[in-house]
């Protein structure tokens, strides 16, 4: 069969022969390619078998147009794709053999068919003299064809007693004949062993060879062959193929709004529109409600996109098509790795991932463990190598299954998403686990440790790891929590993208607590994490009430002095100090301090962590002299153990600043906060959270120093971004509002600085309520600007 679209020589077809003597007029091109099929004898090439007409001479050779085999209709709404018809003119004016091939991964459907028949009718209605079709997806039936054009066009020596030799007479026609011609050579597969039945470019005759291949490796190019890369419709091209289909058919009621989103869910892939317009025709649905049913995961493509809505005669199911070069790529080098390679892919990430994933132990074992077992008989193979996983890339690359660019590091390896649907949905259920657990693992065994120094890296991981969650339904919650989940949730945390982090651990918690219980300590943990994110986000009374629960189930469960327990009992203590309750917050991160130095001794990074808050906790309790050489001894610990650019020490260092700032060390804040701030921004850019916080503490100490302009710049750069990235309402930002207020008070812009404290002390009663110490402190000042 012929691919993207090919009616091959080996179907039923009803079709409009024009024979040999007719011609049609180039004005007659638009009505010939809108309803005719392009034929000639459609003699059945699917095997060597020789039919009655080799049995006699070959017959002279006839002046008339000769066309052999059969170019399919053009679709239904076709679109002509202009851009694409100038490449291959263009490519066709330099170069005797033009080959389409696709450049996005997804192999069948792309039109690729549709495109070359669209040449081989502009040709035909152009009074080609001769026309040959070949469905080139066997050697056997090129060969087939080539000896029946030879028989057709007369070429002396085809006698029609061997096909072999009359097709390789044919070959030798074409090389010297001054009569023009077209082959064209559809899907073509086994390149391998087809080299020697490719026409020879022609010495001084007009001749072409034009084919369709779904494979991209060396073999395609080379001998005077131009490759042009057909990739799916544009978005435009999408919209008017559904327009003009369902206007056509009587059904112009079934566009709506949707219709873009419905292409894009489709992935724009000509194969999949047909499929689809045909269906909602057939049953008188529109685009909103099947998108609705595509996007329904337990819907599958074969009901979706079914055989039986084929009206445009691709030949093939789009699963099939889709998948159509694996069954060959299983059978070469590294024989047996195609299948589980692009069923482990697809849970990934159809934007990219990695190519260092393949690299993982959780991948190479994967291979080993899933290869297509060998035949009897053939000695087990050896443990799959990296090597071998990045063959099976190639391997699947070179048959336009996925496309793998080296040069694209953090997404080297992409995939049509219909392709991956169609993988997924082909996978043996009891393949499922190990296939979602092997693609968690090498997740997760690429996720960096210090993510600030690979935040693209990460960015691509987190997506990833959404898009496998999405697939993986509960599979990644058997038998715990799979870490890469919790991962992808710390590094939202981290990188400051706080609702999207308070969105993940929701959904996380909810997942954890009903497939392990809320006792569970992955349910456990990932409240816990939800409380912090919750803290981070400004909500700090969810806060409070989440990890007093947490710490309450943990002290039961776990113990008292279990790490987890310390943990949580530590985060309270922090929220406690963030709503102002000081006494309580420093009571107990004295005694989360004395068990971390008792229980992990005194560098452990928890130990200094509870230093560090305590030390803050001091000094908002105005123990400022115990809170400054607590800070002092806690980053000097961190610069030996952590290193001078680790994230821990930046904080540490920044809250010394503060600590010096509240003392009136302004100076030495300055010269602390200036190098943070130059650090967060080399390190983690001038977007991230921390950053922010930098720059406005920074701010805060020109004020602090006389230096008011200089914090008003800074401020009022700030504050936009704190609003936009952390929102209007976290503590952090409206901390930020209140200093730009001093800042203009100081400058004398009284008014601007009265009506933005206005803001800040509405803002705070209602977030933190009256008695809260922020609170108290803006209405505080606010009554001084007005009574001065």
């Not at 239904?76 to 794709?81: D, L």
Request: proline fraction near 5%.
């Amino acid at each position: 069969m012929s691919g993207d679209g090919s009616v091959g020589a080996g179907r039923d077809i009803t079709h409009t022969a024009i024979g040999a003597g007719s011609r049609v007029e180039h004005t007659e091109v638009d009505n010939r390619i809108e309803n005719s099929t392009v034929g000639g004898d459609v003699y059945q090439a699917g095997n060597l078998t020789v039919t009655h007409h080799h049995n006699h001479p070959a017959p002279a050779s006839a002046p008339g147009p000769v066309r052999v085999g059969t170019v399919p209709p053009l679709a239904s709404a076709f679109q002509s794709r202009p851009d694409l018809q100038e490449k291959i003119d263009r490519a066709r004016e330099r170069n005797t053999t033009v080959v389409l091939t696709q450049v996005l991964s997804g192999g069948g459907g792309v039109g690729k068919s549709q495109l070359a028949a669209t040449c081989a009718h502009r040709a035909h209605a152009d009074g080609l003299d001769v026309l040959v079709w070949v469905d080139a997806a066997e050697t056997a039936q090129i060969v087939a064809t080539y000896a029946r054009a030879a028989a057709k066009a007369g070429v002396p020596g085809a006698h029609g007693q061997d096909a072999e030799h009359d097709a390789a007479a044919f070959l030798d026609w074409l090389a010297v004949t001054d009569r023009t011609w077209l082959v064209v050579l559809d899907d073509l597969t086994d390149l391998e062993n087809t080299v020697p039945w490719w026409p020879r470019p022609p010495a001084g005759t007009d001749g072409r060879v034009l084919a369709t291949t779904r494979r991209r490796d060396a073999l395609v190019t080379g001998n005077g062959r131009a490759v042009v890369d057909i990739g799916t419709y544009t978005p435009d091209e999408a919209l008017d193929y559904l327009r003009e289909r369902l206007t056509a058919a009587g059904s112009a009621h079934l566009l709506d709004n949707r219709a873009d989103d419905l292409a894009k869910a489709l992935g724009r892939l000509p194969l999949a529109l047909a499929h689809a317009a045909a269906y909602m025709i057939n049953e008188d649905i529109d685009c909103t409600a099947y998108l609705g049913l595509f996007t329904d995961r337990t819907s599958r493509l074969t009901t979706l996109l079914p055989p039986g809505a084929d009206t445009d005669r691709y030949g093939r199911q789009v699963t099939t098509s889709l998948l159509l070069a694996l069954d060959a790529a299983q059978q070469r080098e590294p024989v047996g790795l195609a299948a589980p390679a692009i069923r482990l892919a697809a849970h990934l990430d159809p934007a990219g991932h990695p190519q260092q994933l393949w690299a993982t132990d959780a991948v190479t074992h994967y291979l080993t463990t899933h290869r297509t077992p060998l035949p009897p008989g053939t000695p087990d193979p050896d443990p799959v190598t990296a090597g071998q996983a990045r063959a099976a890339l190639r391997l699947l690359h070179h048959y336009a299954l996925i496309t793998h660019h080296a040069r694209d590091t953090n997404r080297t390896v992409r995939l049509h998403a219909l392709t991956a649907r169609a993988a997924r949905e082909t996978t043996p259920p009891t393949q499922l686990p190990a296939t979602v657990h092997a693609a968690a693992d090498a997740l997760f065994e690429t996720w960096p440790e210090h993510e600030h120094t690979a935040r693209d890296l990460t960015a691509v991981l987190r997506a990833n790891t959404d898009t496998l969650t999405t697939h993986a339904d509960d599979l990644l919650w058997h038998p715990h929590g799979h870490p890469v989940l919790f991962a992808a949730g710390h590094s939202l945390t981290s990188t400051g993208l706080i609702h999207a982090a308070v969105t993940h651990w929701q959904s996380l918690a909810a997942d954890a607590e009903r497939v392990l219980g809320d006792e569970h300590p992955h349910t456990l943990a990932a409240c816990g994490n939800l409380a912090q994110s919750y803290g981070r986000a400004g909500r700090v009374g969810e806060a409070i009430d989440l990890k007093e629960r947490v710490l309450a189930d943990r002290e039961r469960l776990l113990g008292h002095d279990h790490r987890d327990t310390l943990t949580i009992r530590h985060s309270l203590a922090v929220s406690y100090s963030e709503v102002g309750r000081t006494r309580e917050a420093i009571d107990l991160m004295e005694q989360v301090l004395a068990d971390c130095e008792r229980l992990l001794g005194d560098e452990h990074p928890h130990t200094l962590a509870a230093r560090g808050s305590l030390a803050l906790s001091y000094g908002q309790a105005g123990r400022t002299r115990e809170a400054i050489d607590l800070m002092e001894q806690v980053l000097a610990d961190r610069e030996r153990l952590l290193g001078d650019e680790h994230p821990d020490t930046l904080d540490v260092r920044g809250s010394l600043a503060y600590s010096y700032w509240q003392v009136g060390r302004v100076g030495e804040a300055i010269d602390l906060q200036e190098r943070v701030l130059a650090d967060r921004e080399r390190l983690f850019g001038d977007e991230h959270p921390t950053t922010l916080i930098a720059r406005a503490n920074l701010a805060s100490s020109y004020g602090k120093a006389g230096r008011t302009d200089e914090a008003i710049v800074l401020e009022e750069r700030v504050l936009p971004d704190a609003a936009r990235l952390l929102g209007h309402d976290h503590p952090d930002t409206l901390g930020i509002r209140s200093n730009l207020a001093f800042s203009y008070w100081e400058a004398g812009r009284t008014g601007e600085a009265v009506d933005l404290m206005e803001r800040v002390l509405a803002d705070r009663e209602r977030l933190l309520g009256h008695d809260h110490p922020d609170t108290r402190a803006a209405a505080d000042r606010l009554r001084s600007w007005r009574n001065p």
